[in-house]
């Protein structure tokens, strides 16, 4: 079985400043990472996903997360947010080789203010 | 190419009463998954089908059953509401086999009033 953890519910920042979002897991087998975003009354939509190789991965509007195994973390970063990232993220696990059965953590309310 | 599709959107349901939600995967996709969103639980696995068999099942009583068609279109449906059945249902689609990504829909919210 799979647990994540969120430990962060909300997280207020200011425009142009950095950001990051806490998640770690745990887990008996390897697992994929994943990192998902909802706005209001929206689906959940990918950011961005570690399967194997780099720790480090990247989406295409400019957030990164790190997979660390020893801490068992998969952090979320971003060095500028903009008014348009504010949104609920949630981090997810699924066992390797399946995106079929994800574990959600509870989530991030981010809000950006200028 | 489309995306996934739920229908309906909004849902307002009588206590005692059931419901049915339908998904269309995205054309190739043969897995389904559905989740419930709540406010108090989160986000929480409900079934997986794949190839019109369930694969996979979360902790959910019997009143919340499934079902997957030829065209891997799936529905969900909950029998004898109760009021902490309101939520918003999200389906996801995958390849099915090996996959790596989990595509969602926009939702079902559904009320039980």
């Known amino acids: 079985a799979q647990s994540v953890t969120q430990l962060d519910s909300q997280v207020p920042v200011f425009e142009e400043a950095p950001v990051e979002l806490r998640c770690n897991y745990s887990?008996?087998?390897?697992?994929?990472l994943f990192w998902y975003v909802q706005y209001p009354n929206q689906g959940l939509q990918l950011l961005l996903k570690?399967?194997?190789?780099?720790?480090l991965v990247e989406s295409i509007n400019g957030f990164e997360a790190e997979f660390n195994k020893s801490q068992t973390s998969f952090h979320l970063r971003k060095p500028s947010v903009h008014i348009s990232d504010t949104a609920e993220y949630f981090c997810?696990?699924?066992?390797?080789?399946?995106?079929?059965?994800?574990?959600f953590g509870t989530g991030t309310r981010l809000q950006v203010t200028l | 190419k489309a995306g996934v599709t739920q229908t309906p959107r909004y849902l307002i349901k009588t206590r005692g009463q059931q419901v049915t939600l339908s998904c269309s995967p995205i054309?190739?996709?043969?897995?389904v998954s559905w989740y419930q969103q709540t406010p108090g639980q989160g986000l929480q696995f409900l079934f997986e089908?794949?190839?019109?068999?369930?694969?996979n099942k979360g902790n959910f009583p019997g009143r919340f059953s499934g079902r997957q068609f030829s065209n891997s279109r799936s529905e969900m449906n909950v029998s004898t509401l109760e009021l902490g059945d309101s939520a918003l249902y999200l389906c996801?689609?995958?390849?099915?086999?090996?996959?790596?990504?989990?595509?969602f829909g926009q939702g079902t919210r559904l009320t039980v009033v």
């Open positions: 996801a689609s995958t390849l099915g086999t090996g996959s790596t990504e989990a595509f």
């Open positions: 089908y794949f190839s019109e068999t369930q694969r």
């Open positions: 997810a696990v699924s066992p390797t080789g399946t995106a079929s059965k994800l574990t």
């Open positions: 054309s190739g996709h043969r897995s």
């Open positions: 887990s008996s087998v390897s697992v994929y």
């Open positions: 570690y399967l194997s190789g780099s720790t």
